[in-house]
């Protein structure tokens, strides 16, 4: 498993606690955030991300903001891209099933009910279930882009 991390400002504390997670379960992973509170723009983090995501060899992205909302959309704006934006474990593990996502956001600022370590999990090792229904779901999610 190989992933793509980048966060802004508001996620700095919430992005030292994914890498360190990621280190912990072996994981390896490519890391374009910002390690301090001094002020950078989420869409030119979810840009660098998916660009360096593009470029092959990564399995997923974790993206991370002061809500996770602004980040989720800028990387939903590109190409290719299905960045959910979960609230729980329940909601990781179906948009991995049903979705087929390849980003997940998260939000610095946001409290979680359920562990966020655990949601980070549930996306890395929740497999797309590769269902007729949900393949024919996701084709139609892509061919909206341009729209």
């Known amino acids: 498993m190989r992933v793509v991390v ?8 919430l992005a030292k606690k994914v890498l360190a997670h990621l280190d912990e379960i072996g994981v390896e992973y490519t890391y374009l955030g910002v390690g301090e509170e001094k002020s950078v723009d989420y869409p030119d983090k979810a840009r660098e991300a998916v660009e360096e995501y593009r470029k092959g060899g990564y399995d997923r992205g974790i993206l991370m903001c002061g809500t996770g909302i602004g980040i989720s959309l800028a990387a ?3 190409k290719g ?3 959910a934006l979960p609230q729980d ?3 990781t593990e179906k948009t991995r099933e049903h ?3 390849n980003f997940m956001a998260l939000g610095g600022r946001v409290e979680y009910k359920d562990d966020v370590l655990k949601m980070v999990d549930a ?3 929740v497999p797309f279930s590769g269902d007729e229904r949900h393949m024919r779901r996701i084709e139609k999610l892509m061919a909206l882009e341009g729209k």
Do not use: E, P, Q
């Not at 980048?6 to 504390?13: C, S, T």
């Open 6 to 13: 980048a966060n802004d400002h508001g996620a700095v504390d």
């Open 76 to 78: 939903n704006k590109m």
């Open 81 to 83: 891209i299905r960045c």
């Open 89 to 91: 474990i329940y909601a």
């Open 99 to 101: 979705n087929d996502a």
């Open 123 to 125: 996306f890395l090792t």
